[in-house]
């Protein structure tokens, strides 16, 4: 099975601008999660979209939305670009089920760069 | 609230020595916990996990890590240190009510010397 992908590798963007990162979860896996990782913050979870529906959010601005469609491949947005959002972010897919926590497979992630 | 706590930043040994990388954990619930390991320019990857079964976890790479309830710990250990094993290395918490969200700790990174 071919793993997580996540386009673009790489993205430099100046501040006020908007952007859109995508990720392609395993194949049969309907759970995609964003995480944002900084030398400050560490790795922090933004939000789970499962069945094309937000199951849980983070503590992040509304200025990061996300999305999943009906092949469960999920973009994420964050308008209004400021310079603390330069991060890597990370997407992971899941086989969800509801007996406990499944492991997280993550992509290589999206390094963001705000100017 | 759940949360972990990696008592060591950075962890330095030499290759074929014993690895020993702590953690210790908080959570109101019975957590499952994870090590994921992150090499330089690469995704994450499991190494191990732990979900109320067994409390000694083997993982990948001649990885273990052991579940100690009374001292909320999940130490991931190795016998002997390769080189390969160079990276950070981080402890993951999550509750087990059908919730995706990982909670990571701050991340050890473990260097190894020739």
């Known amino acids: 099975k071919a793993g997580v992908t996540q386009t673009p590798r790489y993205l430099i963007k100046t501040r006020g601008q908007q952007v859109t990162l995508s990720c392609s979860p395993i194949?049969?896996?309907?759970?995609v999660s964003w995480y944002q990782q900084t030398p400050g913050q560490g790795l922090q979870f933004l939000f789970e979209y499962f069945s094309e529906t937000q199951r849980n959010k983070g503590n992040f601005p509304g200025r990061f939305s996300g999305r999943q469609f009906s092949n469960s491949r999920s973009e994420m947005n964050v308008s209004t670009l400021e310079l603390g959002d330069s991060a890597l972010y990370l997407c992971?897919?899941?086989?969800?089920?509801?007996?406990?926590?499944?492991?997280?497979?993550f992509g290589p992630g999206t390094r963001l760069t705000v100017l | 609230a759940q949360s972990v706590t990696q008592l060591d930043s950075h962890v330095s040994v030499s290759e074929g020595t014993p690895v020993l990388l702590r953690c210790n954990y908080s959570?109101?619930?019975?957590?499952?916990l994870f090590w994921y390991v992150q090499h330089p320019n690469k995704g994450l990857q499991l190494l191990l996990k732990y979900t109320s079964a067994a409390t000694l976890v083997k993982g990948i790479n001649g990885f273990e890590a052991e579940f100690k309830k009374s001292e909320t710990s999940f130490h991931l250990t190795k016998p002997s240190a390769h080189m390969s094993d160079a990276a950070e290395y981080f402890c993951v918490v999550s509750d087990n009510f059908g919730n995706e969200k990982l909670t990571f700790g701050t991340g050890t990174r473990l260097t190894i010397i020739p």
């Open positions: 194949s049969g896996h309907r759970s």
């Open positions: 992971a897919s899941s086989d969800r089920d509801r007996s406990g926590a499944n492991e997280q497979f």
């Open positions: 959570s109101s619930y019975s957590p499952s």
